[in-house]
């Protein structure tokens, strides 16, 4: 009994746990201390962001809003256009990819 409990215990907190880490993020992230080449790691570019989410906790309108902030913010265009979408290609929470590029 005590161990059926635990395990209860040890689910729903994995499961509280994890609805933190559902938000989408820019698959792009700063190498410290890399070489020039190397410093960016992830599928994102400045003119072509690239965003993970998870399709069952995140609608379109939400991604297509940061797709939009990468291209002001780098001042590479004026709206994100999608080009392509992919699945299990980032975290397992999080496993879809959709990439856009950048235009004015």
Do not use: W
């Amino acid at each position: 009994m005590a161990r059926a409990n635990f395990t209860y215990l040890a689910v729903m907190a994995f499961l509280l746990s994890a609805c933190s880490v559902l938000e989408p993020f820019v698959d792009r992230k700063r190498n410290a201390g890399a070489p020039p080449t190397q410093l960016y790691v992830g599928q994102s570019r400045k003119d072509a962001p690239s965003i993970c989410y998870n399709i069952l906790t995140t609608d379109y309108k939400t991604v297509k809003k940061m797709a939009d902030e990468e291209c002001i913010k780098y001042n590479t265009g004026t709206h994100a256009v999608p080009v392509s979408q992919e699945a299990f290609s980032c975290r397992v929470l999080l496993p879809a990819r959709i990439n856009f590029k950048c235009e004015k």
